[in-house]
T-cell receptor, first 110, second 116 residues
Framework: RKEVEQDPGPFNVPEGATVAFNCTYSNSASQSFFWYRQDCRKEPKLLMS???SGNEDGRFTAQLNRASQYISLLIRDSKLSDSATYLCVVNPTGYSTLTFGKGTMLLVSP | DGGITQSPKYLFRKEGQNVTLSCEQN?????MYWYRQDPGQGLRLIYY???????QKGDIAEGYSVSREKKESFPLTVTSAQKNPTAFYLC???????????????FGPGTRLTVL
């Protein structure tokens, strides 16, 4: 089983749609979790951290299920500017190194 | 403005040449990292450093070397021993290297290296 697995997509959705990304991780002792966004030919940028209680930032909601080793990202009311690749990121050891998924590409169309 | 800078943005190298990629941060972060990204692939860790004058190999360190003489700087040398060096190289930093510390990583804009 890969350390961090994501659906590669692409997800093609119309503007205004709700879209959900899923991610699974293999190390049950993983300490912290993040979603990053990467635009084409740019660097990844932190979108949000994922907390055990779940967290929301505007149109974005992240959930963590430790029992199932599963993380999700929900985007409501999709905008054209949301088109990007979304990276699921896990800290497997509690130290500073992170493990990145390969990303899920989102394409939002008019 | 606080941030991470990488230079150059684009770099072309002939086979057999060593080349050094620059990474500087003014975020006062202790830890710094180098990743490689190939088309359609995830980020792979090359080297990382949690403190000045110390660094560790990542998953794909062969053919690369680093130094960490200053907190702000973490240059990466791609040597001629690296078989497939053409890639997008990303430098990142985070606040702390100790266990349990806040460890979000922040990235520089990257360097695209092409071997001719």
């Amino acid at each position: 089983r890969k350390e961090v697995e994501q659906d590669p997509g692409p997800f093609n959705v119309p503007e205004g749609a709700t879209v959900a990304f899923n991610c699974t991780y293999s190390n049950s002792a993983s300490q912290s979790f993040f979603w990053y966004r990467q635009d084409c030919r740019k660097e990844p940028k932190l979108l949000m951290s994922v907390y055990s209680s779940g967290n929301e930032d505007g149109r974005f909601t992240a959930q963590l299920n430790r029992a199932s080793q599963y993380i999700s990202l929900l985007i409501r009311d999709s905008k054209l500017s949301d088109s990007a690749t979304y990276l699921c990121v896990v800290n497997p050891t509690g130290y500073s190194t992170l493990t990145f998924g390969k990303g899920t590409m989102l394409l939002v169309s008019p | 403005d606080g941030g991470i800078t990488q230079s150059p943005k684009y770099l072309f190298r002939k086979e057999g040449q060593n080349v050094t990629l620059s990474c500087e941060q003014n975020l006062n972060h202790d830890a710094m990292y180098w990743y490689r990204q190939d088309p359609g692939q995830g980020l792979r860790l090359i080297y990382y450093s949690q403190i000045v004058n110390d660094f560790q190999k990542g998953d794909i360190a062969e053919g690369y070397s680093v130094s960490r003489e200053k907190k702000e700087s973490f240059p990466l040398t791609v040597t001629s021993a690296q078989k497939n060096p053409t890639a997008f190289y990303l430098c990142a930093s985070s606040a702390g290297g100790s266990r349990g510390s806040y460890n979000e990583q922040f990235f520089g804009p990257g360097t695209r290296l092409t071997v001719l």
